[in-house]
């Protein structure tokens, strides 16, 4: 049965499988019919095949055995498709590949389906062979036993008749199985002939499937050295495209190049020219005006040296007559020279007596020039009647009223706590008319140490005056006057005046480093600051009544140790943790940006709102106003200080007015927020590396500025 299993290879290896939906139902096929296995069996048995060359192989003098496109044509007309074009790859791969219009194709399936087909009916014709072999071996079979039968019959004594019939029998049955003999060896004849034709059907599909095999790998092959060949083409062509173009574009821009240079060379040589021609008529114009004032000059001069000569004359004429009069007579001599002494003795003391007045109406009523900002305004009601009318407040709404005072500025709670404390003690000491206690406060820039002060004033019932030690350095050695007459003048405050220094470390650092000092106008600059701190030290020395100091600083470490005995006081300012840079995000973002957007479509004009125009209006979104992005902020501003994040929602309000239809989007504001993160770590890296080598030059190891006091002086050598 081997033709049996090789048609099952076939059938399994080259049929298509049939898509089938779950129920097993054809979902591809319409119209089936069962397919005319004799009419294939006859195609097959009448097409020729031939062996031929193809006009466009690309194998040279190569013979290929199958069937040709006329008996494909007249046999199996379903078989052959003409397509628009075919494309050819030329024998010589220099030359382009042939394209072929109209060209009819054979479609191989179609060829192969049939043998399928046509092997089906050999198969089912082997099948009835068999069978009429097997019942021709079976009758036979039966006819030997009916003849063994008779012969038994026979040896038993039947008559000769029976004898006869009994070879009649014999001889019918001989006949009859050389009959079936002859049948059966037919039968195996026609079964050897199409197991023949089957083997030779079968050596023609394998043959023909290895030429479909090798055609198809060529055709691949070669289609895939066309399409190499094709790109490597488009390629090179692209590329000196390319080329062309880079060579074209560079000749033109050299071109444009050497007209421009060669224009701007005329236009130079133009300007030259032109220049030069104006030089020329200027020069030669400023010659001639050089002539006439050289002439006019010279007869100015010899007129006025003729009108100077007769004056000279004139003078020292009457200068003689003078002078003979005078020394004519002596007392009127000694009367004139008493005069001239007498007036510039005149002028020196009022001088000085303007000066005083001055230097006591500004102690009086006027404003020292190194204060800044102040509250304190000269009044000229008696002391006895201003105090008369101000009543000191109870303890308990003095609490509550300092509290309220302090509730808007946002601080750690310790550190609020520290303030209101000291505000509270500030306030109690001015009813009972104690000595005031001088206050250091300390921390890094921004973190709102100057309000603080204003509203330490404001609540204790005292005026403030706010200076900066920066503006002592340039007063030289007006600096100590100065200070003696700021402080003078604060006594004149009948509330007691809170003097604020901030940067107290530019004039009030440590001597030692003064003390070093070399000679020029460095020193000198030196010596005037270091007697400006003595003077302060003197008018701190003892307890007063009628001022209380308040130092701000980020250096507390480079104060001089006598100022830092004058303290009374030292707060820490720390920056702002999470939850005071939440709030400060809110107020801020509120002051610098919501108030700023409401107030834009606010002042909206009638017009603007008629005809819906919404230029110059700003927009803030939701999500800037949402908690996450609030948080976000405040903890991604960490180490920020509160004049940082003001200044962080002052770039947001730029942003929103840059913004596309001025609208400030989460987007941007967490964009603007890590620009001035980022901004705000190389800052304080600068600041560290900074800080870093000016204590490696003082033989200091960096501090921290923010630290409390507690600072070891070194003794002078």
């Known amino acids: 049965m081997k033709w049996f299993v090789f048609a099952l290879l076939i059938l399994l290896e080259f049929a298509k499988a049939d898509e089938t939906d779950p129920s097993g139902k054809f979902l591809l096929y319409s119209d089936i019919q069962v397919a005319n296995r004799t009419e294939s069996l006859l195609r097959l048995r009448n097409v020729p095949i031939v062996r031929y060359k193809f006009k466009y192989d690309s194998l ?55 043998g399928l087909v046509a092997l089906q009916e050999l198969i089912f014709r082997y099948e009835a062979l068999s069978a009429a072999i097997d019942s021709a071996e079976t009758d036979a079979s039966k006819r030997k036993d009916e003849l063994l039968a008779i012969e038994k019959r026979i040896t038993s004594g039947v008559s000769a008749q029976s004898k006869t019939k009994l070879e009649i029998a014999q001889k019918e049955a001989e006949l009859a199985l050389k009959q079936a003999q002859l049948d059966a060896q037919k039968a195996e004849e026609e079964m050897l002939l199409v197991q023949r034709e089957l083997e030779h059907e079968k050596e023609m599909v394998e043959y023909e499937a290895n030429l479909v095999r090798e055609r198809m790998a060529r055709q691949e092959e070669l289609e895939r050295l066309n399409n190499e060949q094709v790109l490597k083409m488009e390629k090179e062509l692209a590329e000196k495209r390319e080329l062309l173009a880079r060579e074209t574009n560079e000749a033109l821009q050299k071109l444009r190049q050497t007209q421009s240079s060669e224009l701007e060379q005329q236009k130079l040589e133009h300007e030259k020219e032109k220049i030069r021609v104006e030089i020329d008529a200027k020069a030669a114009q400023k010659r001639i005006q050089q002539e006439m004032e050289l002439l006019k000059m010279r007869t100015q001069s010899k007129l006025d040296t003729e009108r100077m000569i007769t004056g000279i004359k ?8 003078i002078v003979s009069e005078i020394f004519a007579k002596p007392k009127q001599v000694a009367i004139v020279t008493g005069i001239i002494l007498g007036l510039i003795a005149l002028y020196y003391v009022f001088k000085e007596l ?26 000229i009601v008696p002391h006895f009647i201003a105090n008369y009318f101000s009543r000191p407040e ?18 750690s709670s310790e550190d609020k706590q520290r303030v209101v404390h000291l505000a509270l003690a500030t306030r109690n000491t001015k009813q009972s008319d104690a000595p005031f206690r001088h206050v250091l406060l300390h921390g890094s820039p921004g973190t709102g140490k100057t309000l603080i002060a204003r509203r330490l004033a404001a609540s204790s019932g005292m005026d403030y005056a706010i200076m900066s030690g920066g503006d002592v350095a340039p007063l030289g050695e007006d600096a100590v006057s100065q ?30 480093s003064v003390a070093g000092a070399g000679s020029g106008d460095g020193a000198s600059s030196e010596v005037h600051i270091r007697n400006a701190l003595n003077a ?43 939850p005071q840079r939440l709030e400060l995000v809110k107020l801020y973002l509120n002051e610098h940006v919501v108030k700023v957007a409401n107030q834009s479509q606010q002042s909206r004009s009638v017009l603007s709102k008629l005809f819906g125009s919404t230029r110059g209006v700003r927009y803030v979104t939701d999500d800037c106003l949402s908690e996450p992005v609030l948080h976000r902020i405040a903890a991604e501003t960490e180490g920020f200080s509160g004049r940082e994040i003001a200044k962080l929602f002052i770039a947001a309000q730029y942003a929103m007015f840059l913004a596309e239809k001025s609208t400030l989007t989460a987007e941007i504001l967490l964009e603007t927020v890590a620009l001035k993160v980022e901004e705000h770590h190389i800052k304080r890296g600068n600041f560290a590396q900074l800080r870093t080598a000016e204590h490696a030059v003082d033989g200091k190891a960096p501090a921290d500025a923010s630290a409390p006091v507690n600072r070891k002086v070194k003794a002078k050598k």
């Open 536 to 578: 302060l030290l003197y008018q701190t020395g003892t307890p007063s009544h009628n001022f209380m100091l308040i130092l701000a600083t980020n250096r507390p470490q480079d104060l001089d140790v006598a100022v830092l005995d004058r303290i009374d006081v030292s707060i820490p300012i720390t920056p702002p943790a999470l």
């Open 314 to 321: 004139t003078i020292s004429a009457q200068v003689s007559r």
């Open 60 to 114: 040279v003098d190569r013979y290929q055995l199958g069937i040709i496109g006329p008996d494909a044509q007249k046999y199996f007309a379903e078989s052959i498709e003409v397509v628009p074009s075919k494309t050819f790859t030329s024998k010589d791969r220099s030359k382009a590949p042939t394209v072929v219009t109209n060209f009819p194709v054979v479609d191989k399936n179609v060829l192969f389906m049939h």
């Open 483 to 512: 200070l003696h007459g700021l402080f003078q003048w604060a006594a004149r405050s009948r509330k007691g005046l809170l003097v604020f220094i901030d940067e107290a470390e530019a004039f009030l650092a440590a001597r030692t």
């Open 354 to 379: 303007f000066k005083l007045l001055r230097q006591y109406v500004q102690s009086r009523i006027g404003k020292p020039s190194l204060v800044r900002e102040t509250s304190f305004t000269y009044s």
């Open 394 to 411: 109870e303890l308990s709404s003095s609490r509550k009223m300092l509290e309220d005072a302090f509730s808007n500025i946002i601080l």
